[in-house]
């Protein structure tokens, strides 16, 4: 249906589902999963996605890297790196629309930054995290040291990163690594509810929101000042703020169209 081989996708109620379908390797990650997932992305951007959910098929979300996959040469791992990580880390960095992940099972490795790229991620219960690979004599990768390091700070990113001990889902959200916990048969279901109220919603405040509270994490208080300044008056000239004022005017809620 979806006309990918190692992801699946769908478009409903403008939410782009991207599901990684590798479930035998529990979807670990290599060329093609990463190139197919890049493409359905771009695909539902044409298609007028206004949010997207990356989950995961089986019981796992996304175990890292297919160490094992012979397209990856042992001797050269930045060269996937360049080729496929990091332009998809930055790709999701760059969506002007939000990103929700359901994280369904195990998040390891590459694919514990995956899941915490999220701007609302959604855990099931059962499922951990794992900044694994220093079990097999790696570092973390595809964006995990950054994303770990600014929610939990220095000590738990140290002891998540050297130790390579599972994170269970309750802890994870106590130390604010993502956002809400669920019974594992309410995972997508919780993350396509946020996602299409998103869809539905401002979609330039929203673009301009993620980007800016990511500035805000390396930028100085009078950096912030003039970043919140630009963006509110780029959105101050949007249509959904002109029919914002006129539904408060009407004492009814706003139809929001995304420009």
Known sequence: MSGFSTVEFALRDRVALLKLNRPERLNALNLAILSEATSAIDRGLAEGARAVVLT??????????DLQDRSIDPNDLGAIIDAAYNPFARKLAALDIPVITAVN???????????LMGDISVMARSACLVLA????????DAGATWLVAKSVGRAKALEMALLGCKL????????GL????????????????????LAA???????MIRKQVSAALTASFDEMLEIERTNQETAGRTADFREAVMAIAGKRAPKFRGM
Not at 178 to 197: H, S
Not at 201 to 207: C, F, L, M
Request: with cysteine; proline share 3%; charged share 10%.
């Open 56 to 65: 995961g098929a089986g019981r796992a979300f996304c175990c890292g890297a």
């Open 105 to 115: 099972g195990l998040a390891a490795g590459a694919g514990c930054g995956l899941a």
């Open 133 to 140: 690979s220093v079990n097999v004599g790696l570092v973390p």
């Open 168 to 175: 269970t889902a309750e802890n994870a959200l106590a130390a």
């Open 178 to 197: 993502v956002t809400r916990v669920v019974y594992e048969e309410a995972v997508l279901g919780e993350a396509m509810a946020i996602a299409r109220r």
């Open 201 to 207: 919603g401002p979609s330039v405040a929203i673009g």
